[in-house]
């Protein structure tokens, strides 16, 4: 007979191979054992790439969530934080428009557009003018306003410019540089040197324009430049214009703000741009 266990040939009847020392009668025939040990290994390493397709899968479904998520939350992200932006900006003009006020009780007017010296050169604009009324009474006497604003002295203010004028949605906020221009000109608010009285405002304080966001490129806030509206007041580049999407924030008179939309009508624009035209106003 032959060995279950090591395949050779011993006697019949033989309780142990003398070969292998194995008993022959509960040995396990040679190969069948290597053959389930094969088997598992095969089915381990199986189930093992099994799960690594698996994990693979579940991982490349996630990024691909994630990348879809992040498509479809990005838009709101965006709208989230402009709002945060045109609500500061809001903040800016209102904390403007109560500087205003407060320079009109103080000395009857609010304050002139730009300042000139004997000669008739221009000083400083009405924002270096109401900078104590805004808490900046140290940064106001740090100016020499007996200096044009580019002088040496006060030039170098520039760069310590109160965070109400820099509108949070400039392309180059807190550099010194401003978008809130005062709507200038004859007929208006900010007749240039001339300073104005909310009696002379005949038109109505709510619907006669301040203060507005500028379509041009930013200025020096220091600088005694404004939107001159003597020919009528646009959007654009010369006149009213922001940042934000379908229109500007402005100043009333009455110190409120208002989102102007940049498809008023051209009648009513120019209308809330002048202080005793008698022009008729309607909704806007």
Not at 59 to 71: D, H, K, P, S
Not at 115 to 124: F, I, N, V
Request: aromatic residues 8%; contains cysteine.
């Amino acid at each position: 007979m032959q060995c279950p266990a090591c395949a050779e040939r011993i006697p019949a009847d033989t309780k142990f191979c003398p070969h292998c020392q194995v008993d022959v009668l509960d040995a396990t025939p040679k190969g069948e054992s290597n053959g389930h040990l094969s088997e598992g290994r095969n089915v381990a390493k199986t189930a093992t790439i099994g799960i690594g397709v698996v994990l693979a899968v579940c991982l490349t479904g996630l990024i691909a969530c994630g990348g879809v998520l992040f498509a479809v939350l990005l838009p709101t992200v965006r709208q989230a934080h402009e709002a945060a932006r045109r609500a500061q900006c809001y903040n800016n003009l209102r904390q403007i428009g109560s500087a205003l006020r407060s320079y009109h009780t103080t000395y009857g007017s609010f304050p002139p557009a730009v300042t000139y010296d004997s000669d008739g050169k221009p000083l400083h604009s009405w924002r270096v003018l109401i900078l104590p009324f805004l808490n900046e009474s140290a940064l106001y006497d740090q100016f020499t306003l007996g200096e044009p604003w580019d002088s040496a002295n006060n030039l170098r203010l520039q760069a310590l410019m109160p965070h109400v004028f820099g509108c949070p949605s400039s392309s180059n906020p807190g550099t010194g540089m401003t978008h809130y221009l005062a709507i200038s000109g004859n007929g208006t608010a900010f007749p240039n040197a001339k300073s104005v009285s909310i009696d002379e405002i005949t038109d109505g304080l709510a619907t006669t324009l301040l203060i507005g966001e500028s379509g041009s490129a930013s200025i020096p806030w220091t600088q005694p430049v404004d939107i001159d509206a003597s020919n009528g007041l646009t959007f654009g580049s010369t006149g009213l214009g922001s940042r934000h999407t379908l229109g500007a924030y402005a100043l009333m008179s009455d110190v409120t703000v208002k989102f102007i939309s940049q498809n008023l009508n051209a009648n009513t624009l120019n209308a809330l741009s002048t202080i005793d035209g008698n022009e008729p106003v309607f909704d806007f």
